[in-house]
């Protein structure tokens, strides 16, 4: 179950809450006025969400390999955003 709490009450809870994501596993869900703007995980979450980000960019990257568009340099690349 997500602990779901407002950004005040985190400010005053904040060590508790550190102490709760890291040691109990849970996110929680930090709100203001009433809208979810920022969640804490654990850096065992955090390390999983890196890893599917690093295999979706690897799986991109090969696909962007298999398209037979036309190649540029990285150089004109960075020409090109004024780099």
């Known amino acids: 179950m997500t ?7 985190a400010r005053k809870h904040f060590a ?4 709760q994501v890291a040691y109990g596993k849970e996110p929680i ?3 203001r006025r009433g809208q979810e703007i920022a969640a804490l995980v ?5 390390e999983l969400l890196r890893q599917i980000e ?4 690897i799986e991109d990257a090969k696909k962007a390999l ?9 150089q004109e690349v960075w ?5």
């Open 42 to 46: 654990s850096m065992d979450e955090l």
């Open 54 to 57: 690093d295999h979706i960019d």
């Open 79 to 83: 020409k090109q955003l004024g780099l």
């Open 66 to 74: 298999a398209d037979p568009g036309e190649n540029i340099s990285a």
């Open 3 to 9: 602990t779901t709490i407002s950004t005040a009450d």
């Open 16 to 19: 508790d809450l550190v102490n």
């Open 29 to 31: 869900v930090l709100t």
